[in-house]
DNA sequence: TCGAGATGGTTGCTTTGGTAACTGTCGATT
DNA sequence: AATCGACAGTTACCAAAGCAACCATCTCGA
């Protein structure tokens, strides 16, 4: 009979460790500004590529769009960002952020870049390989 | 100025990996039973230690009681599972699966195991560097 | 032995996420 | 120009998850 143990097991193993990540990760941007996951991947993104649709964001940052939908809004309401309706297509909207979402974009910065690089570090030798093994992963399970 | 591209940000990679694996092997137990992963866990945890209380599960795969609670109680009106009061502490109560709960458990286990043997095998000569730097990782970011 | 704090487990409230239905607009075909 | 299907985004509804309050029981110390 096969035997299967819950703590070794891959997808358990993965899901555990993607949540203890994030959670660490708020504590990066939570003293400052309290953002949620959601938040922080569309500042992430508009911040990356300057000015997009609700849609297109969802797409980089692999979110539903209501999520997206409401993450904005939040976003929004905080000043941190600025809708525009398109003039070619009155249906979507572009969206960029105001400077205060700059602001706030480039004080949390260096702090996640700084969370990250203290994880590879700590892998030290093992780094490299794990983004090797992740990129084949990502490639087997693409977004949706 | 620092830049951040979100989809090299590690803790972006390893959440949206994680939701895809999991999405994925909710096809491997959902065609048959429809667990939820709580559920899954509190299965795959029992037919692993044969009888435990609520809070040994939760502890073994990182669930808060709620979530304990609520997954024991579908799987109890699945009858997979049953409750006896312990004797020695009133409180607390010992839980093991039935043989329906053991049948259902035994007939996905090999489907789980060929799963993640399938995701491994993909990897070939990075699966084993995978494994090692998700050892130290769990290491770092250790349950709760 | 009794009272205070700790503990196992459940329940209620609130937040969050997903699905589906809806609104308004576009593009294409007639 | 009128209509039909596709599409961007929002909203309403429902399932899932966390937090805190709660109940019952245990433990320990005065």
Known sequence: MSKLALELFLPYRLNRLSSAVSQQFRAVYGPHHDLTVPEWRVLATLAQFG?????AIGKHSSMHKTKVSR???AL???RWLVRRESE????EESLSLTA???HAYRE?????LAFEAGILAALGPHAEP????LALMEERFPVD
């Open 51 to 55: 000015t997009m649709t609700a849609k």
């Open 71 to 73: 993450a904005v809004r």
């Open 76 to 78: 929004e309401e905080r």
């Open 88 to 91: 070619q297509d009155r249906r």
């Open 100 to 102: 205060s979402g700059l």
């Open 108 to 112: 949390i910065v260096p702090r996640a």
């Open 130 to 133: 794990l983004l090797e093994a």
